[in-house]
């Protein structure tokens, strides 16, 4: 059977299947509904943190200790978590880590436009980039499989 996802409910369901035991995020659009879709989930614990450095923080402390973890951020968010996204780029992960930007190109619902494809590559982390809401979900999966094996966040 198959269900009609949208690309933050698919990466919410593909955490799900991942595994994932930890989510966290910082409440913006267009990446809210990620983790109010994680919510679905009572296996996975969800926590709605103050900034996004914070909820990277969370996330990343769980993901030291051998966790799965995924934080979920908008764009603009990415510039507030900067310093520890950049620190697990160089020191490395235990557990499976994936970070979620949700951009947005056009300026449909933010006060900024920036391309935070950029990041991934200064913190020599691996980016994925989803077209579609079927590859939103599976790039998610991948992305804990990737974090594991590289020992770094995707």
């Known amino acids: ?24 995020a910082y409440p913006g659009t267009p990446s809210t509904e ?12 969800t926590e709605w943190s103050v900034n996004e450095k914070v909820a990277l923080e969370v996330a990343a402390g769980a993901c030291f200790s051998g966790a799965r973890a995924l934080v979920a951020m908008k ?7 900067a310093d520890p996204l950049f620190t697990m780029g160089y020191s490395g992960v235990t557990g499976g880590f994936v970070v979620v930007s949700a951009d947005d190109p056009g300026l449909w619902s933010s006060q900024n436009e920036q391309d935070n494809r950029h990041y991934a590559r200064h913190a020599k982390i691996p980016i994925l980039e989803p077209s579609d809401s079927n590859e939103a979900k599976l790039f998610t999966k ?13």
């Open 1 to 24: 059977m198959k269900t009609l996802l949208s690309g933050n409910e698919a990466v919410a369901r593909g955490a799900w299947e991942a595994g994932c035991q930890v989510a966290t």
């Open 34 to 45: 990620i983790i109010e879709n994680i919510l679905k989930y009572p296996e996975i614990y």
């Open 75 to 81: 764009h603009v968010g990415l510039n507030v978590a």
């Open 142 to 154: 991948l992305g804990f499989e990737i974090s594991e094996k590289f020992d770094t966040p995707v």
